[in-house]
């Protein structure tokens, strides 16, 4: 039985984008290259739908938070959605002012847009939270609330408040598996609510 062909061009040319922009660079902590994080959000978008712009759009949600690529950068070579979708799922950095001070401002400011944004941009945003949530579930497991020392803002309570209000801003997907996972790994780490 033959497998059904798959045109995974746009896909494939986004994996090759973001293996280059994060070329030579670790996960804070993990000691395995970046790129593993957005292959598994590929993987957890793939549970949700087979749209290729969003797969392409989960495979390079990091490239402009974390490199020196550009919205514009990302919309010359893979046009306006995927630009869109990435930059929806970006972090606000205010110049001037250092990651652990902007810490709470902007993971505020990311689920007030992760809430008044359309499905498509929430099911990128749900690949990259449930992959960082199974990476917290997992650490935590093996080193309990010394994890928390890996980051920027070092209070549990804040990882929480910031999870938490994640898992609400993406509850319209609550009917997809990707979701019922990312809430159940947020109460094994966090305590049932």
């Known amino acids: 039985m033959a497998n059904k062909h798959l045109d995974t061009s746009l896909l494939d040319k986004a994996i090759i984008y973001a293996v280059n922009a994060h ?4 996960r804070r902590g993990k000691g395995f290259p970046y790129i593993v994080h957005p292959m598994e959000a590929v993987e957890i978008v793939a549970t ?3 749209d290729q712009e969003l797969l392409a759009a989960a495979a390079l949600h990091d490239v402009v938070e974390d490199t020196d690529n550009t919205v514009d950068d990302l919309r010359a070579v893979f046009g ?6 990435v930059e929806e799922e970006s972090d ?3 110049e001037g ?7 709470h401002d902007r993971k505020q400011a990311a689920i007030n847009r992760l809430a008044a944004a359309s499905r498509d941009a929430k099911m990128v945003a749900l ?6 949530m199974r990476a917290i579930w997992r650490d935590w497991m ?3 609330d010394d994890i928390w020392n890996i980051f920027h ?3 549990r309570s804040e990882h929480e408040w910031h999870y938490r209000g994640l898992a609400d801003s993406l509850r319209e997907l609550d009917e997809t598996v990707a979701f019922k996972e990312f809430e159940h790994l947020i109460n094994k780490v966090f305590g049932k609510k």
């Open 48 to 50: 949700m739908t087979p």
């Open 80 to 85: 306006d959605r995927i630009a869109h979708l």
């Open 153 to 155: 803002v070092t209070d």
């Open 23 to 26: 070329a030579g660079i670790e």
């Open 142 to 144: 093996e080193k309990g």
């Open 127 to 132: 690949g990259d939270k449930l992959s960082n």
């Open 97 to 103: 002012v250092s990651e652990q001070d902007s810490w």
């Open 92 to 94: 606000k950095f205010t």
